[in-house]
């Protein structure tokens, strides 16, 4: 049978606070940034090997090395290739603003709700310095 997990007889306010509040402002804003999406696949044979030889380095270091920072630090390398992809324009539609800055959010899932970490000047980090958890 089915069972009723809400039931809401009267409109309600409910005052937004905390990680909630700062949940909602982040993602009202990125609705204010056009989006794109792009897909290929890609052969990662070389990226699994690298892996497989760092992370008896990265354990002893007592960092778990996942692909993460390597994806990350690709996708900067691709901006700082590429651009053409994430300019701004100004509100004239007059100049456009190439930045050199890479600053790549991660969507996590966690039991508090959806969290963006925000990695400031990717293009600047190496690797160890965004390799997840220690």
């Not at 937004?16 to 290929?40: E, W």
């Not at 994806?71 to 901006?79: E, R």
Request: hydrophobic share 40%; aromatic share 6%.
């Amino acid at each position: 049978s089915s069972r009723v997990l809400w039931t809401l007889a009267v409109t309600q306010l409910e005052p937004i606070r905390g990680l909630k509040r700062t949940m909602v402002k982040t993602m009202m804003a990125a609705n204010q940034i056009p989006h794109f999406c792009y897909s290929d696949e890609v052969i990662v044979d070389a990226l699994i090997q690298l892996r497989a030889s760092l992370k008896p380095l990265a354990d002893k270091q007592g960092i778990k090395l996942t692909y993460m920072p390597f994806l990350i630090k690709a996708a900067s390398l691709a901006l700082r290739d590429y651009p053409v992809s994430t300019p701004t324009m100004n509100e004239d539609a007059s100049e456009i603003l190439y930045k050199g800055s890479h600053n790549i959010g991660v969507a996590m899932d966690t039991p508090n709700g959806l969290i963006v970490p925000n990695i400031k000047g990717v293009q600047n980090l190496r690797l160890p310095r965004h390799t997840g958890d220690r």
